[in-house]
Nanobody, 125 residues
Framework: QLQLVESGGGLVQPGGSLRLSCAAS????????IGWFRQAPGKEREGVAC????????YYADSVKGRVTISRDNAKNTVYLQMNSLKPEDTAVYYC??????????????????WGQGTQVTVSS
């Protein structure tokens, strides 16, 4: 059974940092592009960052560029999202997702096949 499990969310003060993890089971992440998305109450889901399966090419939303880094550790079958200088507007449920369509299509459509259950990130003083 293909499964993605996010962890690492929590409550952090503005300016703080968190590292989210996305662990896969039932399949090998090496062959999949991985995306991190977030959804705040009353807002549409937003693509935050993506990393390709082959050469590690990355994409970042303008809202997080310079504050967020996506990386993958294929040996651990895990993808990470390092978030720094967090702001209250970063508060959301964060999801990871996997897909193995061609990278150019994945980035253009932001459509991913497999999804985790999400982890809550709250930025508040």
């Amino acid at each position: 059974q293909l499964q993605l499990v996010e962890s690492g969310g929590g409550l952090v003060q503005p300016g703080g940092s968190l590292r989210l993890s996305c662990a896969a089971s039932g399949f090998t992440l090496d062959y999949y592009h991985i995306g991190w998305f977030r959804q705040a109450p009353g807002k549409e889901r937003e693509g935050v960052a993506c990393i390709s399966s082959s050469d590690g090419e990355t994409y970042y939303a303008d809202s997080v560029k310079g504050r967020v880094t996506i990386s993958r550790d294929n040996a651990k079958n895990t993808v990470y999202l390092q978030m720094n200088s967090l702001k209250p507007e970063d508060t959301a449920v964060y999801y990871c997702a996997a897909d193995n369509s061609p990278w150019v299509i994945t980035i253009a459509t932001m459509r991913f096949t497999y999804w985790g259950q999400g982890t809550q990130v709250t930025v508040s003083s």
